[in-house]
């Protein structure tokens, strides 16, 4: 119905569409469409009178006052989704887990009020791998989200569902969490645009904790400059999150941006030949807009993958200990409390869960600790300052988002080594806490190009606190 923001708003003002147009647009393709697809847990029953309440307040406006009314609130009437483990207060919030079914939430997370402020409209949650722990959201409880471009195929995860909802036209933006590519690897799934911002431009009060270090939320739309818009919103420092910070978004313009390519981790085995070549011809346009590509170097970056998978697992098993049945979610009552909390973790966990906690567990014990979990550490530190290091030669470092196309559904949940490799390119952004940005692939004649017809990514990662900068590569592509 509308592109993006700026032709909704520009729509608005021009008096040719409502808010409750939009809403009931979005609304009626759910219903069309989500059966199938799976990609919201819940629409929220207000999203259509708040629409209608917010038309109030512009119908006696001229478009000139509409038009200034909209610069203090850029969101006024967008519709939003948000993924299932970001709080809205009275709304349910349960991280696509039956340990948290039907838990309400009681306060509002920090991104829910800034975006509930500049006028957002919320349609509901979306569907997910259960606590974040997965790549394809296939680890839902509440089933896998399918992928809009072609149903037999995942959506990808943990934020299957927020990405989902973007490319079947089920919402206008969403938000999802990213703690090792959640947010990267499905918007390269599903042909869209997404970001990764810096570790702590955004505030995560009333995100459910998966690994502390890591987690951060970003925005998904079909626009590049719906991405930035949102993420302007969200940003900045939160006194509920001391690890956030300000963000200055003023981009220094320079004579010629240099684009770094870690060849010798990109062309390498295991990344398919059709990723491979849209590495290639994604190179020669920037050439041609006049950007300057290096070759670099980066030998940590083969071991980052192994480095995210002891580190994470450790605070996975750290920060799932809350959900005993006592202080969250559902309690299996055996009448004995030790056997309360084994059977609630063990009945209402699942499998991937399961699977990080006893992994983190054993990586954080005694005889262990020093060999995996500091060792792991150390070289996270190492590998942060070697990239630190060649930003200081090019501006943004290149990769694909991920080493294939999106698989189908069941073909890797037996095979979690394989599953897990699908965040090679991915988990370094985390590790290091830059910010990171997927941004749809086509060839030449504007074409997916590959075998099943799916989308690619190409990932572009900078320094902290440099959007800007990627911002300005991502519209060059």
Known sequence: ????????????????????????????????????????????????????????????????????????KKLFGVPVALKDNILIKGKRAGASSKVLENYIASYDSTVVKKLRDQGAIFLGRTNMDEFAMGGSTENSAYGVTKNPLNLEYVAGGSSGGSAAVISSDMSLVS???????????????????????????????????????FDVIGPFAKDMDDVCKVFDIIKGVDELDSTTHDVNMIFSAKDKLRVGIPREFIFT??????????????????????VEVVDISIP?????????????????????????????????????????????????????????????????SAGYHDAYYKKAGILRENLRQDIKNKLKDVDVIMTPTTPDTSFKIGEKITNTLSLYLADIFTVTANLVGMPAISVPYKDDKGENS????????????????????????AKML
């Open 1 to 72: 119905m509308v592109k993006n923001i700026n032709e909704f708003h520009t729509l608005l003002i021009d008096k040719k569409i409502t808010i409750t147009d939009l809403v009931n647009h979005y609304l009626e393709n759910i219903k069309n469409k989500n059966t199938e697809i799976n990609a919201y847990r819940e629409v929220f029953d207000d999203a259509l009178s708040i629409a209608k309440e917010y038309d109030k307040q512009l119908e006696n406006k001229t478009s000139d006052e509409i038009k200034e009314f909209l610069k203090t």
């Open 175 to 213: 938000l999802g969490s990213d703690t090792g590519g959640s947010i990267r690897q499905p918007a390269s799934y599903n042909g869209i645009y997404a970001l990764k911002p810096t570790y702590g431009s955004v505030s995560r009060h009333g995100l459910m904790a998966m690994a502390s270090s």
């Open 269 to 290: 085995d295991g990344v398919s030949d059709e990723v491979k070549k849209s590495i290639e011809n994604t190179i020669e346009r920037l050439k041609q807009k006049g």
């Open 300 to 364: 940590l970056l083969k071991e980052s993958l192994a480095i995210y998978y002891i580190l994470v697992p450790a605070e996975v098993s750290s920060n799932m200990s809350r959900y005993d049945g006592i202080r969250y979610g559902k309690n299996i009552d055996t009448k004995n409390g030790i056997e309360d909390y084994l059977q609630t973790r063990g009945q209402l966990l699942g499998p991937e869960v399961k699977r990080r906690i006893i992994l983190g567990t054993y990586i954080l």
């Open 450 to 473: 590959t075998a099943n017809d799916l989308p690619l990514g190409i990932q572009l990662m900078a320094d902290t606190d440099k959007e800007d900068t990627l911002f300005s590569i």
